[in-house]
């Protein structure tokens, strides 16, 4: 019987797709998972996260596994794997949605440097609806007058 785990290239990037977001992780080998998140009971309190090691069937929690592509400006899946088990027990910061998550960390491990698409897009969305916001009542105003 195939694992979940057997295709997935030592030190990619994974993620799962949860109802409003994604949660992402560093696969270290073995049926092992490396991420940012809260201790069990306290999902929801940022100031109970830290990096975790657990399994790919705790990470995914039933939900669909799926491998980022990306892979240049990357380190090598030995260095990746290293710089992930070298935070286990670690918060890497108070987590923060926005400045501060599971994403941020995965790509710390892959790339050396933080950051999420996740929060790159709400940005964008912000930034889109208050123009047109902005547009709609700089335009009722000139209908008034």
Not at 9 to 18: A, C, D, E, H, M
Not at 85 to 106: D, H, I, M, P, T
Not at 117 to 139: C, D, Y
Request: with cysteine; charged share 25%.
């Amino acid at each position: 019987m195939k694992n979940i785990a057997d295709d997935i290239p030592l030190g990619s990037v994974i993620y799962t797709k949860r109802p409003l977001y994604k949660h992402y992780g560093v696969y270290i080998g073995g049926g092992r998972v490396v991420h940012f998140a809260a201790k069990k009971g306290y999902e929801t309190n940022a100031k109970e996260a830290f990096i975790q090691e657990t399994t790919i069937e705790n990470f995914l929690k039933g939900d669909e596994l799926f491998v980022e592509k990306e892979v240049s400006g990357s380190f090598s899946a030995a260095e990746v794997v290293a710089r992930a088990k070298g935070e286990v027990g670690r918060q890497k910061g108070e987590y923060s949605l926005v400045f501060n998550n599971c994403e941020y960390f995965a790509h710390w491990c892959k790339y050396g440097k933080k950051k999420s698409a996740q929060v790159e897009a709400a940005v964008a969305v912000a930034i889109v609806s208050t123009a047109a916001i902005a547009t709609a009542v700089m335009a009722s105003g000139k209908e008034k007058k």
